[in-house]
Structure formats: C-alpha cells, structure tokens
C-alpha cells in the first residue's frame, strides 16, 4: 500500500506560480514512477507530468511544457511540481498518482495508488 497526500493548491493570478508536493507513505514508496494528473469540472482526468523512480527522466503534456517542473526528493517521499506562468486553463484538482510501470505512461488507467487532490485556481 502506498498513501499519497497532496498540497500546494491556491488560488492565483494568470501569470503567477504554485508549487504542489506529493507526500509518499507507504512500502518502497520511492521505487516507483509517479506523476501529476488533474481534472476540471465536466472534464477528464488528464495527464500532467511524470517522473521516473531515480528522478532522472521526467516527461510533460505539450500544455504545460517549458511552464511546469516535476521533480522528486526520495529521501523525503515526496514529489513536486512547481508550476510558473499559469493560465486560467490550468485551473482544477491536481492529482498524484503512483504507477508500477515506466514514468512514460500517462494513461491514468495504469497508475495504482491517488492522492485525494489539491485545489488549483487561476484567475484572469
């Protein structure tokens, strides 16, 4: 078992930065990939960036490359994504998932363990 504890979210102005950490507890937590999801109302849960277990290789959605940064301290069990230049379209719960599989899935059908999800807001 793996339990994942989000925090980080706000509300922010369009243009302003957040950063969310992922809490990790649990067996071997800091073997596994993980990555960064989040859902807006009426809409699907989509990816948002990955890392693998080592922190070495890192993978974006195009939406949000060259703005966020996802990054992992093992030592802490936590995972980060700090968040710049936000967008109104950035708003929504921001998840953190665990997948046994390589940090290069983004199909939230292969990660196993969520985090409930932090708050994201961005006004214009």
């Known amino acids: 078992q793996v339990q994942l504890v989000e925090s980080g979210g706000g509300l922010v102005q369009a243009g302003g930065s957040l950063r969310l950490s992922c809490a990790a507890s649990g067996r071997t937590a800091s073997r596994y990939a993980m990555g960064w999801f989040r859902q807006a109302p009426g809409k699907e849960r989509e990816f948002v960036a990955s890392i693998s277990w080592s922190g070495l290789s890192t993978y974006y959605a195009d939406s949000v490359k060259g703005r966020f940064t996802i990054s992992r301290d093992n030592a802490k069990n936590t995972v980060y994504l700090q968040m710049n230049s936000l967008k109104p379209e950035d708003a929504a719960v921001y998840y953190c998932?665990?997948?046994?599989?390589?940090?290069?899935?983004?199909?939230?059908?292969?990660?196993?363990?969520w985090g409930q999800g932090t708050q994201v807001t961005v006004s214009s």
């Open positions: 998932a665990v997948t046994p599989s390589s940090y290069y899935n983004t199909v939230p059908g292969e990660y196993d363990y």
